[in-house]
């Protein structure tokens, strides 16, 4: 299945579970020998695998353990330098100058005041 912007979170989620589990039989390993590796619980390398909410910390633990972690920059890049961005670039700041005196409104008067 072809994850993409057309499908539910649900799905997304029993997708990814699928594909973990087929790379943790393809290691091959148990449930309980990958959350030993992960540092997880059984259940909750279960519940990923059904797709059911676990912590990121969990899921990258797992990732991880699979030796998938490297394919997270595929899932999301580092951001890149546009060009556009580079003309708007500034140098960073060399000093501070004082900010200017407010004038203290003790004398000021609108125009049509008398």
Do not use: C
């Not at 579970?17 to 449930?31: D, E, F, K, V």
């Not at 890049?77 to 005196?101: G, I, M, N, Y």
Request: glycine share 8%; charged share 25%.
């Amino acid at each position: 299945m072809v994850i993409d912007d057309f499908i539910s979170n649900q799905t997304v989620g029993v997708e990814l579970g699928r594909r973990l589990r087929a790379s943790r039989i393809a290691y091959p390993l148990t449930q309980a020998q990958l959350a030993e590796r992960a540092g997880v619980s059984q259940r909750t390398v279960a519940n990923l695998e059904k797709g059911a909410d676990v912590t990121v910390a969990s899921l990258v633990s797992v990732l991880r353990a699979l030796g998938l972690l490297s394919r997270m920059d595929l899932l999301v890049p580092a951001p890149e330098t546009r060009p556009s961005d580079l003309l708007h670039e500034r140098a960073p700041r060399q000093r501070v100058r004082p900010s200017r005196k407010v004038i203290s409104g003790g004398d000021w008067k609108w125009g049509d005041e008398q």
